[in-house]
């Protein structure tokens, strides 16, 4: 299985990232996590320490030129700002797209027929 490890920058933490890079890295797990964040500069810090962990970047809107991101390696969108279009511009870049917050049937089935890579 894959582990999904959201980081979330609060301002009061020390080395969040080192500290999780380390945990992953002492455990031997570096291919089967994923780090994830809202918080671009904190995908940028992962990479530079880890570059052979999987970051994705979560974005809770699909607006604007944000599909070449230095340090992401998979994009993950809330649902309702998947698109067909946001699909062919991720698969052109050769990003992996997550979607979240699928609660409905005909939400998750829209989802399956874009062909996304993870619900």
């Known amino acids: ?13 020390i080395e969040l990232e080192k500290k999780t890079v380390e945990l992953i890295s002492q455990l031997g797990m570096e291919k089967q996590c994923i780090i994830a964040s809202m918080d671009h ?18 974005a809770a809107v699909a607006l604007g030129d944000f599909y070449d991101m230095e340090g992401v390696d998979v994009y993950s969108i809330e649902a309702s700002f998947v698109t067909a279009r946001v699909v062919d511009i991720l698969n052109y870049y050769e990003k992996p797209l997550f979607a979240w917050t699928a609660n409905t049937e005909a939400s998750i089935k829209r989802l399956i027929e874009l062909e996304v890579d993870s619900i």
């Open 1 to 13: 299985i894959k582990l999904m490890i959201e980081l979330k920058s609060t301002g009061h933490e």
């Open 41 to 58: 500069d904190i995908l940028k810090r992962v990479k530079a320490l880890a570059p052979e962990i999987t970051t994705a970047y979560i």
